[in-house]
């Protein structure tokens, strides 16, 4: 009888699962985007939700929630219950440099369930067009003939506008005054109207300015030039040939979250990312997207594993 009983249970137990990641989803899912709505992390969230709601069947709302760098926002999404109901969009700095910089971190990058990388996005040093330094060499100059004067715009400490200015300043040797804000949307507006000198900051932000011309981009710090950005140099061609660092936006969901719940999440992201449209918005913003094998869901829980060990040395070299 007890047999009996627990073989029933069993396979209800084994029934259970499957139905519920079958008629999942059955309400809206909330993307939690942990940054200012304009910027970089919300422009790539939006992209790719759009298109995964369509193969849902259900819309992903996305909900902006800034502070601390990202970690308010992604320390709710992985608190949430693990339904598929709340997933959220982290990135570089979230799940890579944030270990290394917040010893009380409530959330742990490489525990979180990874549903898949939606785009790498190289940085860019850029500068308001009232900032005085035409070129990087220019801007090297001033910043260490005036290191009382030089104002640098970040996301929060920890972000990858924080994170990858760390590394700039500590390859120049320099200490900017640094201006926190909840995301490079807002800041870019405060470098445009000249509030604020410079940042480093990631190409989906700024292609269209820099293309408009209301913004300085001095270079980028990837091995080759941007199709997006043809015009603008690498830093190796600028003089700053050790100055390489790209950065990246995946989905995770929290712990605990089904199996065949990130299964189908994984599917409607690279259902979105294979779609010519949604193709052309990131490419066109310099979004570099990820190959078939860069898409799966071990993929990028190896990935998280490693940028969090590669941030953690290069934040403590930087110091
Ligand atoms: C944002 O979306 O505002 C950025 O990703 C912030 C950052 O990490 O620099």
Request: proline residues 8%.
């Amino acid at each position: 009888m007890k047999k009996m009983l627990s073989a029933v249970l069993a396979l209800t137990g084994l029934l259970v699962l499957p139905a519920m990641a079958q008629t999942y989803p059955s309400k809206p899912v909330t993307m939690i985007v942990p940054f200012a709505a304009g910027g970089p992390t919300d422009i790539i969230a939006r992209f790719v939700s759009e298109h995964m709601s369509r193969t849902l069947g259900q819309q992903i709302v996305v909900e902006n929630v800034a502070g601390a760098g990202g970690t308010t926002g992604i320390t709710r999404a992985a608190q949430s219950a693990p339904d598929g109901y709340t997933i959220m969009m982290g990135h570089m700095g979230t799940h890579g440099a944030a270990p290394a910089l917040y010893p009380g971190l409530k959330y742990d990058p490489t525990a979180l369930v990874p549903v898949g990388i939606a785009a790498s996005t190289p940085i860019l040093i850029v500068a308001s067009k009232k900032f005085a330094p035409n070129t990087l060499q220019e801007f090297v100059a001033y910043a260490k003939a005036n290191p009382d004067k030089l104002n640098q715009a970040h996301a929060g400490i920890g972000s990858v506008s924080h994170s990858t200015c760390v590394m700039l300043n500590g390859q120049l040797g320099i200490k900017p005054t640094a201006v926190p804000y909840t995301g490079t949307g807002p800041a870019l507006n405060d470098m445009i109207s000249g509030q604020v000198d410079f940042m480093c900051d990631q190409i989906v932000n700024l292609a269209e300015q820099i293309r408009g011309g209301a913004v300085r981009a001095y270079a980028i710090a990837s091995p080759e030039r941007s199709p997006a950005l043809p015009d603008v140099p690498t830093t190796k061609e600028a003089g700053l040939p050790d100055y390489q660092v790209i950065a990246w936006n995946a989905i995770f969901a929290p712990v605990g979250t089904a199996p065949e719940i990130t299964a189908r999440l994984n599917d409607a992201l690279r259902k979105a990312l294979a779609d010519e449209g949604a193709r052309n918005r990131l490419l066109n913003l310099g979004a570099v997207l990820p190959t078939d094998s860069e898409q799966t869901q071990a993929f990028l829980g190896d990935f998280v594993k490693a940028e969090v060990a590669r941030w953690n040395k290069a934040l403590a070299a930087a110091k």
